[in-house]
């Protein structure tokens, strides 16, 4: 009997034994599945999504040109006799550049003048005669004829002699020059390039949805390269009215009053402002994954990150305009993006 009572003692005892070594795996085996889990979580950074009020902002570049850059035609003929202009000169509109050969216009000038003052004292005394019945109204219509004939003669003659003295079409800095003296033109003959970039425009290009944002006369801030940290201000004159083949519309933006530095074929920044606020969404421009055309984020969820596609348009400084995709109240992964997949489970740090 005492022998049993042994027995079933360290078989109760082995039972304890055994409960509390179960007991202990469970509870270590728990504890490593939680340390697991915890490693195997990604760490990221997130934000809630907000409604905000702004005001649209985008950029687009472009290459500065001059708003007149003239090739110069000469419209007389004749041999160069003296040049006043040289490549580099600053010139102002109808300032005499070159002279031509004009001792034949001025002889053909001199004769088709008095050519037609004869004629016109020949009309008077027809007009006279024709009043006392001594002249007969064909006459004195053929005598008219020839007068206002030869008027026309002297009129071109004029034109041609004033041609002679090749003026400058508009105020402005000569950068090349073709001609030299001795040379002969004819009308057609390239004399003077001529470029005035005291006014100047760049042309550049909006998506369909930007070009609603932005009206003619509208002020731009515009940034140029070579002069970093330098603005110049300047105008929208042109809005295109129809897209090109990348469906962007151009825009036509002008620079006056800038400062001498500014050369045409510097490249540009041009920076938009709409007038308008605009209530929507706004998140950081490092929570977008993927194209401006197949933009998508992470949304946080009990500690999943799900892939979710967006629409987004136009940048608000560091931030990017959303359309399509989230709602005010999503939670977003903004930092730790090169370690996020779909579905991968996350630990959150601020």
Same mark, same amino acid.
């Given at each position: 009997?005492?022998? $049993?009572?042994?027995?079933?003692?360290?078989?109760?005892? +082995? &039972?304890?034994?055994? +409960?509390?070594?179960?007991?202990?795996?469970?509870? %270590?085996?728990?504890? %490593?599945?939680?340390?697991?889990?915890?490693?195997?979580?990604?760490? =990221?950074?997130? &934000?809630?999504?907000?409604?905000?009020?702004?005001? #649209?902002?985008?950029?687009?570049?472009?290459?500065?040109?001059?708003?007149?850059?003239?090739?110069?035609?000469?419209?007389?003929?004749?041999?160069? =006799?003296? *040049?006043?202009?040289?490549?580099?000169?600053?010139?102002?509109?109808?300032? =005499?550049?070159?002279?031509?050969?004009?001792?034949? +216009?001025?002889?053909? &000038?001199?004769?088709?003048?008095?050519?037609?003052?004869?004629?016109?004292?020949?009309?008077?005394?027809?007009?006279?005669?024709?009043?006392?019945?001594?002249?007969?109204?064909?006459?004195?219509?053929? !005598?008219?004829?020839?007068?206002?004939?030869?008027?026309?003669?002297?009129?071109?003659?004029?034109?041609?002699?004033?041609?002679?003295?090749?003026?400058?079409?508009?105020?402005?800095?000569?950068?090349?020059?073709?001609?030299?003296?001795?040379?002969?033109?004819?009308?057609?003959?390239?004399?003077?390039? *001529?470029?005035?970039?005291?006014?100047?425009?760049?042309?550049?290009?909006?998506?369909?949805?930007?070009?609603?944002? !932005?009206?003619?006369?509208?002020?731009?801030?515009?940034?140029?390269? %070579?002069?970093?940290?330098? $603005?110049?201000?300047?105008?929208?004159?042109?809005?295109?009215?129809? &897209?090109?083949?990348?469906?962007?519309?151009?825009?036509?933006?002008?620079?006056?009053?800038?400062?001498?530095?500014?050369?045409?074929?510097?490249? #540009?920044?041009?920076?938009?402002?709409?007038?308008?606020?605009?209530?929507?969404?706004? *998140?950081?421009?490092?929570?977008?994954?993927?194209?401006?055309?197949?933009?998508?984020?992470?949304?946080?969820?009990?500690?999943?990150?799900?892939?979710?596609?967006?629409? *987004?348009?136009?940048?608000?400084?560091?931030?990017?305009? #959303?359309?399509?995709?989230?709602?005010?109240?999503?939670?977003?992964?903004?930092?730790? +993006?090169?370690?996020?997949?779909?579905?991968?489970?996350?630990? !959150? !740090?601020?």
């Amino acid at each position: 009997m005492k022998k $049993t009572a042994n027995i079933l003692l360290v078989c109760a005892v +082995l &039972a304890v034994i055994v +409960l509390v070594l179960v007991s202990n795996k469970r509870s %270590t085996e728990r504890k %490593t599945r939680m340390v697991a889990d915890a490693s195997s979580a990604v760490v =990221v950074r997130t &934000a809630v999504v907000k409604d905000s009020t702004y005001l #649209v902002s985008f950029s687009s570049s472009g290459v500065l040109e001059a708003l007149r850059d003239l090739k110069f035609i000469s419209d007389a003929s004749g041999r160069v =006799v003296d *040049i006043f202009a040289d490549e580099g000169s600053v010139v102002e509109k109808g300032k =005499v550049l070159l002279q031509l050969d004009d001792e034949m +216009l001025r002889a053909e &000038a001199a004769s088709s003048g008095a050519a037609l003052e004869g004629l016109k004292k020949d009309y008077e005394r027809y007009k006279s005669s024709n009043e006392q019945g001594g002249v007969t109204d064909q006459q004195l219509d053929n !005598i008219r004829t020839q007068m206002v004939a030869a008027e026309s003669r002297y009129i071109t003659s004029r034109r041609h002699l004033s041609d002679a003295s090749v003026k400058a079409p508009i105020s402005g800095t000569i950068y090349r020059r073709y001609v030299e003296v001795g040379s002969y033109v004819n009308p057609g003959t390239v004399l003077f390039d *001529i470029i005035d970039y005291s006014h100047m425009r760049a042309i550049c290009y909006v998506t369909g949805k930007q070009v609603l944002e !932005i009206s003619r006369g509208q002020p731009v801030t515009v940034e140029c390269e %070579t002069f970093p940290g330098e $603005t110049f201000t300047g105008k929208i004159t042109y809005i295109g009215e129809k &897209a090109d083949r990348s469906l962007n519309f151009p825009v036509e933006i002008t620079v006056a009053g800038h400062k001498k530095e500014l050369r045409p074929g510097m490249f #540009v920044t041009i920076h938009f402002n709409s007038a308008a606020m605009k209530k929507g969404i706004l *998140i950081p421009r490092n929570a977008v994954s993927g194209s401006v055309q197949s933009a998508h984020v992470f949304v946080v969820s009990n500690n999943v990150a799900n892939k979710r596609n967006v629409i *987004i348009s136009n940048m608000v400084g560091g931030q990017v305009e #959303v359309l399509r995709g989230l709602q005010p109240g999503d939670s977003i992964v903004t930092g730790g +993006l090169i370690n996020v997949t779909d579905g991968i489970k996350v630990r !959150i !740090i601020q």
